[in-house]
């Protein structure tokens, strides 16, 4: 006899590796992806400030490094030096792009929801069984984007505020 929870929820994700770990992004907020080979990362990824941007189609996108924020003794300089893929992110009104060392394939993934010790971490939704057997955790795009700090871009809050305007 088998019991399955009605409460599982399958759906589509992108599975993205860093630090060795397979971890699965929602497609829901994915727009994009950028390849950045290791001899162009250090002339395509600006620092100001001490925080990473990204010129895509002459637009400044923020980048939160996944490894970074897995482990943060990690120097800055120690992920410049390899290929990187940014998956373009847009969670809630904030577009920024998330840094990994590599991808895999998509997969429809089964969520199964988290313990308590790692819902308090805040950086995860749950965890799944990729179909090599191999246990992911499932990555929350709105609270990587809250505990990295970015905010809503300067011109799509211009944006709303003038529909808002024409509405009101």
């Known amino acids: 006899r088998l019991r ?16 060795g770990q397979s971890f699965a992004l929602p497609q829901g907020s994915l727009s994009e992806l950028v390849h950045i080979p290791a001899e162009q990362a250090a002339s395509t990824i600006e620092w100001i400030e001490g925080a990473p ?62 313990s308590a010790v790692l819902k308090s971490i805040g950086l995860y939704s749950g965890a799944t069984v990729l179909g090599n057997a191999e246990l992911a955790l499932i990555l929350d795009p709105g609270a990587i984007a809250a505990k990295a700090g970015v905010t809503i871009d ?15």
């Open 4 to 19: 399955i929870p009605l409460t599982l929820a399958i759906i589509p994700a992108l599975i993205v590796r860093s630090l």
């Open 53 to 114: 941007l990204y010129r895509l189609r002459g637009n400044l996108l923020p980048l939160v490094f996944l490894s970074r924020l897995l482990c943060p003794a990690i120097e800055p300089e120690a992920v410049r030096d390899r290929d990187s893929f940014i998956a373009v992110l847009d969670v809630d009104g904030r577009r920024f792009g998330l840094v990994v060392d590599g991808l895999a394939d998509p997969e429809e993934i089964v969520v199964k929801p988290l």
């Open 154 to 168: 300067t011109r799509e809050e211009a944006a709303r505020s003038h529909v808002e305007e024409e509405q009101g």
